[in-house]
């Protein structure tokens, strides 16, 4: 079965300034609570037969229309909640049990587009990777004590995550869980991971021994929405993941409406990096992000990165000179760590590697702290490359809202995000 579930995307509309495609989104009608119009299937399981965010009984009397023939099944695929290849009255059955928060199986979309079941709800996670922690975050999971367990490497930073360092670690490494460690944790429901391969590859022996493994694409451009809507379900946390879903529609609907703005004339060219020396290709998530701006991405491969090693020299031909290098790196949320001569040394070292460029010779590198959801990223690329545009601040007030909304072990001491650099260059280790 192919589904294609278009994880943010309801209108799109064209960048005049550069091809670059940014997404309109309907936003709530004046209701208290919001209520997305979006019905590109971003809540990815088998039952929400109208492929809006909310599996309810609109769902059902989509169903009712199919089995009576007044409407087309092959235009929703979620219609086919057991996913048989047939609506009927079987499906129909299966959602009202969903509708009706039952203990079940529930097939959905994973972060790879396959079908997968998985027991529902989810009660007792461990969670393998920092970007889905995140994701468990930004549902509440981990303030529902839902989450029990965590890798080693998603506590290093003592302020992001702190409110996951005192769970049992499973591993101390961020793609691995070690299935003993796991079940010493007792009664673990799922596992939830990253899309990659590279993550949990001992998978047959955790679902070999009835633990679920959901794969998520949380660092996936703005697919994390889908991903955030999914899991709030799955976890019953559907309230805080409908509100993440207003954050992110909010600032595509501004992002969408200033970017006409961008015209031939002022339009930025941009190169991203990640990881140390590796530029980002067009299929990579950064490449997304800075088109959806308005900005002209200059690379022209057709791989996810690739990289500039010492002594390359096509990085430095004419065409790859860029307005703007932003290069995506983790570090802490600390507010004293980009102040510390070790994150001087790693802004240092990531700039040398593009040293010899023109663009960072004029002053216009960048490095942005990648610890941060797509959308709040998005906020901040809009920002750098276009002030006069989008604001100066638009950045740290996306970034405030997501803090005081959805990391609540940082919005319960009052964290500031202008006390912290989220964005380093050469002026900011000046001062």
Known sequence: MNVKV?????????????????????????????????????????????????????????????????????????????NDGNVNDADREIIQKMINREEMDIKYLNGNKEVKTVGYPIKRAVVVGTNATMTMQAIGAVT?????????????????????????????????????????????????TMASASYLKNEATFTGAGIDVVRISSSDGLEAVSVALTMGYLFQLEDRANDYAKLCDDVLSYISDKVKNVTTENQKSILCMTMTNYVSGIPSDYYELTVMVGGKNLADWNTTTQRFNAGDEWLLVDKYHADVMLHYHQYSYSPDYYKSTEQKAMYEEYQGYFAKTQTVKDGHYCLMNSNMPAIVRLAYTASILYPDIYGADYGDEIHQKYVDGFLDNLSSINYDVTKVKFILTDDVFKS
Not at 62 to 78: H, M, S
Not at 156 to 181: C, E, G, N, Q, R
């Open 6 to 82: 278009l994880a943010i995307v309801a209108v799109v509309i064209v960048v005049a300034a550069g091809g670059g495609a940014a997404i309109l989104l309907m936003k709530d009608d004046g209701d208290s609570k919001y209520r997305s119009s979006d019905l590109s299937g971003r809540l990815a399981v088998f039952g929400n037969a109208n492929n809006d965010d909310y599996l309810d009984d609109e769902d059902l009397e989509l169903v009712g229309k199919i089995i009576a023939g007044t409407e087309d099944k092959a235009k929703y695929p979620f219609a086919d909640a057991n």
């Open 144 to 192: 529902a004590k839902k989450i029990v367990g965590v890798t080693g490497e998603a506590s290093k930073d003592t302020y992001l995550f702190s409110d996951v360092m005192d769970l049992p670690k499973v591993s101390t490494s961020i793609i691995a869980a070690d299935f003993d460690k796991v079940q010493e944790i007792g009664n673990v429901d799922a596992i939830i």
